[in-house]
């Protein structure tokens, strides 16, 4: 069965373009011109990823992104900016989505972004992801002092209570304490964590560095866990 794509954005055009193109490239799409109906497809489509305008008649994009998240739906988001406005890409990411791409855009850069984002979705399906079943013990843990990783259920504890963060905030932070002590460019954390080869604004990982930060580390200002190393990266310190 193909993945199903949800496409919410007012502007026809774009919206077409990018519908035939899924289509072509084996997707099942869904498209909404309006944010009631994209919020609504979201929640009960059953969409593999949503590719969100920000700018949408009724509810914006960023309203949207944030009920999908209240309601505890991990679907992958990208967000549809305009070029320049980077208050729009860091809020959208402040508020769960996983990347953004900005307009205008190639259809090669969209293709691979939204395979990236399915493949890490099926990933984290097949990993466990999701509700344990009543009695489901957690698994084994990697344990980091008060912090805690249960792979077997991409969970994340800290002083044995568990951390409400999102698919994207797990994967780094598993990639980065599987390789202790080893720096990685935020280059090379776009390729191994987002999957993208060769697309991707280096940004998205320092707002994920410091959404992840703000979760796990007592003090975030002075991070035990996800260290930065000045001109360098970050790395994995406990």
Known sequence: MPERVLIVEDEPAISDIVAFNLRRAGY?????????????LALEGKPDL?????????????????????????TPILMLTAKGEETDKVLG???????????PFSMKELLARVAANIRRLSFAGSAGAGIKPAGETLGEALAFGTLSIYPARREVHKTQKPVDISQREYDLLYFLATH?????????????????????????????????????????????????RRGVGYLFGR
């Not at 099942?28 to 609504?40: F, I, S």
């Not at 990411?93 to 307009?103: H, Q, V």
């Open 180 to 228: 202790r002590d080893r720096v990685f460019t935020r280059e090379e954390l776009m390729e191994k964590v987002w999957d993208y080869e060769y697309y991707g604004d280096l940004r998205t990982v320092d707002v994920t560095v410091r959404r992840l930060r703000e979760k796990i580390e007592d003090n975030p200002a002075e991070p035990q866990y996800v260290l930065t």
């Open 28 to 40: 099942d799409v869904m498209t909404a011109t309006d944010g009631e109906g994209g919020l609504r």
């Open 93 to 103: 990411l402040e508020l769960g989505a996983d990347d953004y791409i900005t307009k």
């Open 50 to 74: 949503v590719l969100l305008d920000v700018m949408l008649p009724g509810l914006d994009g960023f309203e949207i992104c944030r009920r999908i998240r209240v309601e505890g739906h991990t």
